[in-house]
DNA sequence: ACGAATATGTTCTGCCGCACAACTTAGCAT
DNA sequence: ATGCTAAGTTGTGCGGCAGAACATATTCGT
């Protein structure tokens, strides 16, 4: 009998991997939690006293890590902890958010800090593919160049209104930016090389994701969904895609295109879509759909923001606009929620105005059929993160490798570029 | 700063814990590929032969899991490896498939031989939750009489048409069943003490889970599925479930509910559902709807594989009613794989007779519209296990705790019930 | 103000799990 | 037969974590 892959994780386990994973376990959570007294970390690891001792020494002597500090304020009894502090100055990343009006560039310390940011407006002539790898290329340079003497760069993430190809960050499709079939990852890997010379490119490159999915990773890092394993964000930028987080872990799919929720079709009667088919949930609730249901004409200058404001001043029109958007969103929200039974269905980009004030008619259309059981527990909530949620996440897709392994990645990289 | 949950896996790795990921991996592999050369395991785990060698005494002697023999067919030069096979025999789960007109229960043993089998009719007026509840547990007295001297049961699993909590198998609503809040967990437990004695039933009791999510395990494990890591699992009997397995584990959700795609609304302008919304999938293509489509009353006897077969004998109205079916099948298929990117989609139950038919149909159908991306490396397959992947994968379900844990779990029962 | 209580860091020892090397064994090939 | 090959077996060593014993820093009680 002939037998592929028996199971996710076939390896075996060695004793190397457990020290790994538990530096990994550390140093996450210093990233995530900011500074956390070794106290805490041996309660929530369970690991002992002893053990959290060295791991943390050797994160910070090693590879300097983190470093431990005494702690300034002191409550209750008993020696006081030393804190982890992560050392958010000396190992950085670059993030950049590609949207289609602008290019947002961030240099993102461990522990999440943004040391400076930096906005490069597009203009619509400037959307071509060769232009946006310069200018992401040049933004990257001033980022570098602002990098302390002590700084690394240990990765590079970037979120892009794209369907992407998980592996290597081809760009398949990106409607909005006008592109298709393009090795975005591939050619900013090169734009990069010479910017971030010794840096981790060589080994894994530009890591180019989805802007919905990393939505969904910053938010369960460091937004609204902090502590929760089952989520939906929905990215409402023009298009409408979601980025969906199951039992902790990101919704990937075979090739790395899961959560499309935006051509998943809801009304066979409506509009024909980009894509082909007809009445995809992007064009009964994307931007277009808000602005043509208020009587707008789609780039005339009005925004989704504009038509929530004018609701909320009284005009008929927009409300009923928005009412009508509304009653597609529960529709969608609904068969995600059937589907994926999150606790938390997160609005982000522009249906977070969208949900500030239609949340209660779209719950109550929600409740008025379908499953209720897996509606029960289920949070309708905006993006905590407002317009970053993305650049935080391309923060953290870039991190994503020095967490997994920490001392690799540090050492590997001290002994390529000091 | 607070920090309620940084990471799924909060918890460090012990020793004790690579040991026994490992020992359940070498277990599971032979569960699941049958007799395994230990040179074959050496190789896929990556483990050192001396370590396999010790893993696999360990399974073999402290606990008589598998057994360790000499290989009969002989190839090639060296010394030939000794075969692991698992001790089908001496170690069985009692799988159980709920079904509208049925009970069907199983001795499955370790390898996944199923030992015996017994059917039980469920008529219309027995579908009453105390009966099915009595008449399971005679079902697995007769079953548990037939356990050898040797054999122990280590867990009972049971697939059932409801919308179940993944904790403790209550019941949320099994509409096919007539069921609504019903402790169906916490009432199979109660039935089965006195039948299994000093079985795993106090740790965990009776695992009750949705049909749908159990094809999707069995299909996984045994099926056509194998090697894969992202499935969709199509379940259509009456109504028509979800199993999803992404990144190589199932979709559960927050409570457990997750795959609910029959209440996925694809046609607004539909029937009224059930569960109170118009057009859920299952009211376009459940077995109502093909009954009905084809001129039929829902209850007159007839099923969906004899509209099936009519529309092969040339029948006008059934090829009519089979291709509005299809229509609807390709809208649902094609949301589901935007949404989650499976490489398979896998039809079982009257579902595996539509496909067989109108497979053509539906892909041409899907490849009309939406994002071609996500469709071009997903393949519609029928079930493999057919009528069984349900039952299966109730059997898997009851052996994952022993999976998961060898040693401790057929220790632990030693210490219980010799 | 001083010692007791408390909680934590630190050090040392021990156990456990795996790798590796050296040796042994079983079958195949010439 | 004899060597070749590939695997099992055995003993040693290393790495990683736990636990105990001790050291240390802070608070609390009187």
Not at 242 to 251: D, E, F, K, S
Not at 253 to 261: D, L, V
Request: charged share 20%.
């Amino acid at each position: 009998m002939r037998f592929p892959r028996p199971h996710p994780n076939i390896s075996g386990i060695k004793q190397e991997e457990l020290r790994r994973h538990n530096l990994s376990l550390l140093l996450r959570y210093v990233h995530l939690a900011g500074p956390t007294q070794r106290a805490t970390l041996t309660a929530q690891t369970g690991l002992n006293r002893s053990t959290i001792g060295a791991l943390a020494a050797d994160l910070a002597s090693t590879a300097g890590l983190v470093r431990e500090e005494s702690p300034e304020v002191r409550s209750g009894a008993g020696r006081p902890s030393f804190v982890v502090v992560p050392e958010t100055e000396r190992y950085q990343v670059l993030a950049f958010d590609l949207r289609v009006d602008r290019i947002v560039g961030a240099r993102v310390g461990l522990g999440g800090t943004v040391l400076s940011r930096d906005v490069v407006p597009l203009l619509p002539d400037c959307r071509d593919f060769d232009e946006v790898v310069k200018l992401t290329a040049t933004t990257a340079r001033r980022l570098v160049d602002a990098l302390g003497p002590q700084a690394r760069c240990v990765g590079v993430g970037i979120a892009t209104p794209a369907v992407v190809r998980g592996s290597d960050g081809f760009v398949r499709f990106a409607p909005n930016l006008g592109w298709e079939e393009r090795p975005f990852g591939e050619a900013l890997g090169v734009a990069l090389a010479d910017v971030l010379p010794g840096s981790m490119l060589d080994d894994a490159g530009v890591l180019v994701a989805n802007d919905a999915d990393l939505g969904a990773l910053a938010e369960q890092a460091r937004g609204v969904a902090r502590g929760h394993d089952d989520i939906v964000y929905l990215s409402g930028n023009v298009g409408v895609g979601a980025g969906i987080i199951c039992g902790g872990r990101p919704l990937r799919g075979h090739g790395g295109y899961a959560g499309e929720a935006g051509h998943m079709v809801v009304n066979p009667a409506g509009q024909r879509c980009r894509c082909g088919a007809r009445g995809c949930w992007e064009t009964e609730v994307g931007t277009d759909a808000v602005l043509r249901a208020a009587g707008h004409e789609p780039g005339d200058g009005t925004t989704v923001q504009d038509i929530v404001a004018s609701a909320q001043a009284g005009s008929p029109r927009a409300r009923w606009a928005l009412d009508e958007v509304s009653r597609w969103l529960a529709v969608g929200v609904g068969n995600l929620v059937n589907l994926f039974n999150p606790e938390l269905v997160i609005f982000g980009g522009e249906l977070r105005d969208l949900l500030a004030l239609m949340e209660h008619d779209i719950v109550s259309r929600m409740g008025a059929g379908g499953l209720t059981v897996s509606r029960e527990h289920v949070a309708l909530v905006p993006s905590a993160l407002g317009g970053d949620s993305a650049l935080f996440g391309a923060a953290e897709l870039a991190f994503a490798r020095l967490l997994d392994d920490p001392l690799g990645v540090a050492t590997s990289l001290a002994a390529m570029g000091g």
